[in-house]
């Protein structure tokens, strides 16, 4: 290999953050060398998976003095002019802005009012090398990075860890989101503040451009908009149960659902009759326990009209709507609907206890 008698790096595309000399490898340097650093650039002289010497912007005539821990670690003499193995990785100290980041596969998101979805985000960074011995250190030698594209998609990593942290934690409702951008932001960059620091990086900002969701959530999003309405138990019953009696009569065609040749007309009109009876059902008057408007809620759910995230929302919103009936007669259908399994132990302990605070 050819003696290295300048070490330089000019960057011509502005965007190398990490960029090794020579870059398959290190490379044969003596004392006397020339190294060449520019503006916002450093110099870290690298051996055996450590970094070493930093050397700053300007003309340096490689000597004894100014890399003194190579020279110890090589144990070379005073006046030693035979060439030596290492490598130089260049730093570029900058600040670098429009950085993209963005979740490769969809994150989960609890949403209290559609249950489970899931959801992309994206968007663009800021960050800085704060420490360049550190950042070399910790990313040339325990990350074995050298390239700067491997360093984005290391960080890009991170950053959608900590972004799919803070969803987690978040009690943020979907349809809110879009107007938590800077919170959940300014959320993200401090979780990612300690994994940044660690590298010798600084995060300067961080920025969520969209949050997408799948097209069959758009749709469940649309529906909520229509009806005004997860919160009303009647009319989100007799939506459901007039869109699932429409699909089937127009799956079914003119015949099936209406069954012994009813006709789609009269499939639709069936559609009609079952909701209106729901609507009926799930009035929730006074006079209606608790109880049996949970049966039906299970039956809608065997039926296949109500989702599992969409029954357990139902319940939990039934359970938490207790009529103002005597507390004895409360807790009496509240064991019925524990020994039944309609509730679990848990819950209903935690239900009792509430019933039990207005005595």
Request: aromatic residues 6%; hydrophobic residues 45%; negative net charge.
């Amino acid at each position: 290999m050819a003696l290295l008698e300048v070490i330089e790096f000019l960057d011509e595309s502005g965007r190398e953050i990490i960029h090794r000399v020579p870059e398959e490898g290190s490379g044969e340097i003596r004392l006397g060398s020339q190294c060449v650093v520019r503006e916002s650039q450093v110099a870290v002289f690298f051996r055996d998976g450590k970094a070493l010497d930093v050397l700053g912007p300007g003309r340096h005539t490689l000597t004894t003095a100014n890399i003194p821990l190579l020279v110890n670690l090589l144990k070379i003499p005073f006046g030693w002019k035979s060439p030596f193995r290492a490598e130089v990785v260049f730093v570029n100290m900058r600040e670098f802005v429009d950085m993209k980041w963005g979740t490769p596969q969809m994150l989960p998101f609890r949403d209290k009012d559609l249950g489970v979805v899931r959801l992309r985000a994206f968007g663009t960074y800021a960050m800085q090398v704060a420490d360049p011995q550190l950042f070399v250190n910790k990313i040339a030698g325990t990350q074995g990075i050298y390239t700067t594209n491997q360093l984005e998609d290391y960080l890009r990593n991170i950053l959608v860890s900590r972004m799919a942290d803070l969803l987690g934690e978040s009690k943020i409702a979907l349809l809110d989101l879009i107007g938590q951008y800077d919170e959940l932001g300014a959320g993200v960059r401090a979780k990612a503040a300690d994994d940044f620091a660690a590298l010798g990086l600084t995060l300067k900002a961080f920025y969520i451009t969209a949050i997408t969701v799948p097209e069959e959530v758009e749709k469940a999003i649309d529906e909520r908009a229509q009806m005004g309405a997860i919160g009303d138990l009647a009319a989100y019953m007799r939506f459901k149960a007039a869109r699932a009696m429409g699909d089937a009569a127009r799956a079914e065609g003119a015949g099936g659902l209406a069954g012994a040749g009813l006709g789609l007309g009269a499939g639709v009109g069936l559609g009609g009759v079952l909701a209106g009876t729901m609507a009926q059902a799930m009035q929730a008057p006074a006079g209606v326990p608790e109880q049996d408007l949970l049966k039906q809620l299970d039956n809608l759910r065997a039926q296949g009209i109500l989702t599992e995230e969409e029954y357990q929302a139902k319940r939990a919103e039934i359970l938490a709507r207790t009529q103002p009936q005597s507390v004895p007669e409360l807790l009496r259908q509240l064991g019925q609907l524990r020994d039944q399994g309609i509730i679990t132990p848990e819950e209903f302990e935690a239900k009792k206890k509430e019933l039990l605070s207005r005595l």
